[in-house]
Structures are given as C-alpha cells and as structure tokens.
C-alpha cells in the first residue's frame, strides 16, 4: 500500500510557519514554489529525514479555513513527532521558545509531552518505548 506523503496544516501565513516549523521544531523546508496566484506549495519535513509523512503548509483562504487555524483537530492532540532522543529534544525545543502543555511524562509506550504550535494546534513529542 502506498503511504501517507503529505498532510494539509492550514497556517495564517507561509513564512511564520516556515520559521516556526524549521527553526523552532527543526523541519526541513523542502519545497517553497509560488504558484503564481498568490499561494505558495510550502512542504516541510521532520528532522530532514525520508519515507515519513510531510506536512503541506496551506495558507488559510476564506473566513472559514481561517477560523480552522490552530483548531484542526477539535482541541485534540493530533500530530505525533516521533525522536530518538527524547530529553535532547524537549530541550532544544523548549529553548527555541516552544510551548509545552505539560511536563514529560514517561508511559508504558514512552516517554511523551503535548506541546503546541504557533497556531495552538497540540502535538506530542514522543519517543517510542
């Protein structure tokens, strides 16, 4: 079966999302074409890696994709950033002034603390047991 290549993440705006996703979080830009009618194709990914889902930054068009930004997911924690190295990243994320919910916790399925975007959107920084 094919995967997942790209997820949709509507953003107020293209370049405080690159910003945030690529200094904040670390992501890599990938692509950042303008289509010539003013939207951009803005793909980032995750530590730079390959075979892992990217995220598609989409400039909110429209009073009603803008009332989604930071909502996407009904308040729930909806992305999942998988790391190897929980502590080193926790702290090079809180450093670069990333918004943690709570403190780490450590589960049976690991170690795990929700943290939000610039949008509000929650995240778990997650490294797998």
């Known amino acids: 079966m094919p995967r997942i290549a790209l997820v949709a993440l509507v953003v107020r705006d293209y ?3 690159i ?3 690529r200094d904040a979080l670390g992501f890599t830009l990938v692509e950042d074409t303008d289509r010539g ?8 990914r995750p530590g730079g890696g390959t075979g892992g889902t990217d995220l598609l930054l989409a400039r909110a068009h429209g009073e009603e994709q803008s009332a989604s ?12 950033l998988h790391t190897d190295d ?3 990243d926790h702290a090079r994320m809180t450093a670069a002034g990333v918004r943690f919910l709570e403190e ?3 589960e049976p399925y690991g170690s795990v603390a929700v943290f939000e975007d ?3 959107n929650r995240w778990d920084l997650l ?3």
């Open 15 to 17: 370049d405080e999302a």
């Open 19 to 21: 910003a945030f996703y």
């Open 37 to 44: 009618d003013g939207s951009r194709w803005v793909v980032v």
């Open 69 to 80: 930004v930071g909502a996407q997911t009904g308040g729930r924690v909806g992305f999942f």
């Open 86 to 88: 929980f502590a080193r």
């Open 104 to 106: 780490p916790r450590h």
């Open 118 to 120: 610039l949008y509000g």
């Open 127 to 129: 490294q797998p047991a």
